[in-house]
T-cell receptor, first 115, second 114 residues
Framework: DAMVIQNPRYQVTQFGKPVTLSCSQT?????MYWYQQKSSQAPKLLFH???????NEADTPDNFQSRRPNTSFCFLDIRSPGLGDAAMYLC??????????????FGPGTRLTVL | GQQLNQSPQSMFIQEGEDVSMNCTSS?????WLWYKQDPGEGPVLLIA?????ELTSNGRLTAQFGITRKDSFLNISASIPSDVGIYFC??????????????FGTGTLLAVQP
């Protein structure tokens, strides 16, 4: 089945130690998103790629970076994780084209713990 | 960031009961989406609505796109224990252009007592 895959599902890192989360998709969608979700809150968009074009949200800290080496893969890099970065990180995809433009499909998420 | 007003915030019901939740906005939207999120998992798309007045069903779920384009509701009929989770509405505004950005509701936590 076509899907959005996130690895790892659980990640533990130390305060200040860089961490990379990965997302891959078999949907062949041209838009990929990274969201941060804290407990009992809605997902918060960090940035997205439309093909290779990177779009950063104005309030996304510089500590968060992203790479999209090809259509299928997208990475979230947290350069110096702080305790406040502990959260669920969600990857999503969408297909830009007519009405499917707005439907986003989410992966299962990576739960990040910062010690 | 901007959020949609979603109500109720939480619901605790008995198995077999019907459930209704809604989202309202001060802005016009051209798309309404309803997602369900299980604990520790990502949101799963339940229903997508694209036209004012549109009424769409997916099994026991029914959602409607409000005529004013500023609201949407989701109904679940004959609830079962696996309906437990957080339900989010999400909207995409007119003139969203290249941003493709969804605005999420605050979520409704649903608990179903067997």
């Amino acid at each position: 089945d076509a899907m959005v895959i996130q690895n790892p599902r659980y990640q533990v890192t130390q305060f200040g130690k860089p961490v990379t989360l990965s997302c891959s998709q078999t949907l062949n969608h041209n838009v990929m998103y990274w969201y941060q979700q804290k407990s009992s809150q809605a997902p918060k968009l960090l940035f997205h790629y439309y093909d290779k074009d990177f779009n950063n949200e104005a309030d996304t800290p510089d500590n968060f970076q992203s790479r999209r080496p090809n259509t299928s893969f997208c990475f979230l890099d947290i350069r110096s994780p702080g305790l406040g970065d502990a959260a669920m990180y969600l990857c999503a995809t969408s297909l830009r084209g007519w009405r499917l433009y707005n439907e986003q499909f989410f992966g299962p998420g990576t739960r990040l713990t910062v010690l | 960031g901007q959020q949609l007003n979603q109500s109720p915030q939480s619901m605790f019901i008995q198995e077999g009961e019907d459930v209704s939740m809604n989202c309202t906005s001060s802005s016009i939207f051209n798309t309404w989406l309803w997602y369900k999120q299980d604990p520790g998992e990502g949101p799963v798309l339940l229903i997508a609505l694209y036209k004012a007045g549109e009424l769409t069903s997916n099994g026991r779920l029914t959602a409607q796109f409000g005529i004013t384009r500023k609201d949407s509701f989701l109904n679940i009929s004959a609830s079962i224990p696996s309906d437990v989770g957080i339900y989010f509405c999400a909207g995409h505004g007119l003139g969203g252009g290249a941003t493709n950005k969804l605005i999420f509701g605050t979520g409704t936590l649903l608990a179903v007592q067997p």
